[in-house]
């Protein structure tokens, strides 16, 4: 069964750091991975989404890697701000033929602060 | 505008008591997704639909009942046989039964027994 674990659980930094945050799944076969933001008591906005053909992907400030073979994925977020404070999760879907094999599986956040 | 909506934003249940989480998409997606989130922990999947009058069971399904009679409409029972149903609950569409399509999300329920 697929497991995506992501490290650090939480994360300070100064307004203006670049900072890169880390997710990591055990089983290769995926479908992509997306990176999702989401706010306190809110639902989940996404961000970048990977296809498992694909190594990175960009929109504006942030940048997504992919490298299926060693099950890892990091988002960087460049120059930060204290907007950008939010909890930050990784999903992944499996490559199965049938659409319920392609559930998305869900780490369990990274909670990032950044201080003005 | 598109998207999806949730209600209530708060819900209360009493114990032995079902409750019925609403949630309707204008997307025109064809399938639809119930999560439950739990302090500190990623999202996990009840339900799922791929197509109107066909929905099949997530990883935490027990407890839980669902329906989905229209395609826009995609409600959640949250019944007395779930023994910890305190949680923050998300519901999401995508335009085919796989998630290479991304998803939309509603902006959450959050149930409390009380």
């Known amino acids: 069964k697929q497991e995506v674990t992501q490290i650090p659980a939480a994360l300070s930094v100064p307004e203006g750091e670049n900072l890169v945050l880390n997710c990591s799944f055990t089983?290769?076969?995926?479908?992509?991975l997306q990176w999702f933001r989401q706010d306190p008591g809110k639902g989940l906005t996404s961000l970048l989404l990977?296809?498992?053909?694909?190594r990175e992907q960009t929109s504006g400030r942030l940048n997504a890697s992919l490298d299926k073979s060693s099950g890892r994925s990091t988002l960087y977020i460049a120059a930060s701000q204290p907007g950008d404070s939010a909890t930050y999760l990784c999903?992944?879907?499996?490559?199965?033929?049938?659409?319920?094999?392609?559930?998305?599986?869900f780490g369990s956040g990274t909670q990032l602060t950044v201080l003005p | 505008d598109g998207g999806i909506t949730q209600s209530p934003k708060y819900l209360f249940r009493k114990e032995g008591q079902n409750v019925t989480l609403s949630c309707e998409q204008n997307?025109?997606?064809?399938?639809m997704y119930w999560y439950r989130q739990d302090p500190g922990q990623g999202l996990r999947l009840i339900y799922y639909?791929?197509?109107?009058?066909?929905?099949q069971k997530g990883d935490i399904a027990e407890g839980y009942s669902v329906s989905r009679e229209k395609k826009e409409s995609f409600p959640l029972t949250v019944t007395s046989a779930q023994k910890n149903p305190t949680a923050f609950y998300l519901c999401?569409?995508?335009?085919?039964?796989?998630?290479?399509?991304?998803?939309?999300f509603g902006s959450g329920t959050r149930l409390t027994v009380v």
């Open positions: 999401a569409s995508s335009t085919q039964g796989g998630a290479g399509y991304g998803y939309t």
């Open positions: 089983d290769s076969a995926i479908y992509n």
């Open positions: 990977i296809q498992s053909s694909q």
């Open positions: 999903a992944v879907s499996g490559s199965g033929g049938s659409g319920s094999a392609r559930q998305l599986t």
């Open positions: 997307l025109n997606h064809d399938a």
């Open positions: 639909s791929h197509i109107v009058n066909d929905f």
